[in-house]
Nanobody, 128 residues
Framework: QVQLVESGGGLVQAGGSLRLSCAASGRTFSTYLMGWFRKAPGKERDFVAGISASGGTTYYADSVKGRFTISRVNARNTLYLQMNSLKPEDTAVYYC?????????????????????WGQGTQVTVSS
């Protein structure tokens, strides 16, 4: 079992920044690829960013490239998402997750069905 707890969400003006954290406990954190997803009101949950187990490889949705940075500190069992230049369309509940299924295909890292554990989410609201 893996338990994930997100924090760091809040209300920010457009152009501002926030850093989300995800504290993990349970199975060995450092052996899993992890990701951030988000669900905006009235929309489906979408992939935001992913990071390999070692932290050496990162993946981003086109909508956040150049603005968001995913990172992890395995010694602290913590995943981060630094969000800069925030836009109103970034408003959503943000979830961290652990990839538990080895899958393949185009943009395999964004396939939510490969992620087996999810946090409860943290709300990010960006005002215009």
């Amino acid at each position: 079992q893996v338990q994930l707890v997100e924090s760091g969400g809040g209300l920010v003006q457009a152009g501002g920044s926030l850093r989300l954290s995800c504290a993990a406990s349970g199975r060995t954190f450092s052996t899993y690829l992890m990701g951030w997803f988000r669900k905006a009101p009235g929309k489906e949950r979408d992939f935001v960013a992913g990071i390999s187990a070692s932290g050496g490889t990162t993946y981003y949705a086109d909508s956040v490239k150049g603005r968001f940075t995913i990172s992890r500190v395995n010694a602290r069992n913590t995943l981060y998402l630094q969000m800069n230049s925030l836009k109103p369309e970034d408003t959503a509940v943000y979830y961290c997750s652990v990839r538990t299924v080895i899958n393949s295909g185009r943009e395999w890292y964004a396939d939510q069905s490969a992620y087996g554990y999810w946090g409860q989410g943290t709300q990010v609201t960006v005002s215009s």
